[in-house]
């Protein structure tokens, strides 16, 4: 641990125990932050990111008619006992 956090943690105990909660509260985040950027930059596309624009040229023209077919052709799912209540 550096010098100057050991110098300041035994101060800390001065402090009211609001302050005191504050402080370590700030102290993970800060924590959690560092943490955070360190995976971001172990963080590595396999693939080139593609733009999804044109994504679904792939797809057949009828690809809507026949969900559509399957969404008709199957019966309504009956309302959750939530929503009922």
């Given at each position: 641990?550096?010098?100057?956090?050991?110098?300041?943690?035994?101060?800390?105990?001065?402090?009211?125990?609001?302050?005191?909660?504050?402080?370590?509260?700030?102290?993970?985040?800060?924590?959690?932050k560092?943490?955070?950027?360190?995976?971001?930059?172990?963080?590595?596309?396999e693939e080139p990111?593609?733009?999804?624009?044109?994504?679904?040229?792939?797809?057949?023209?009828?690809?809507?008619e026949?969900?559509?077919?399957?969404?008709h052709?199957?019966?309504?799912?009956?309302?959750?006992?939530?929503?009922?209540?």
């Amino acid at each position: 641990m550096i010098d100057h956090l050991q110098e300041v943690l035994p101060r800390l105990a001065h402090l009211p125990p609001q302050a005191q909660e504050d402080v370590a509260n700030y102290i993970e985040l800060l924590e959690r932050k560092v943490y955070m950027e360190e995976r971001a930059e172990d963080f590595t596309l396999e693939e080139p990111w593609i733009d999804p624009a044109g994504a679904w040229s792939d797809l057949p023209d009828d690809m809507f008619e026949e969900l559509d077919k399957i969404r008709h052709s199957s019966p309504p799912t009956p309302p959750s006992l939530e929503a009922t209540a």
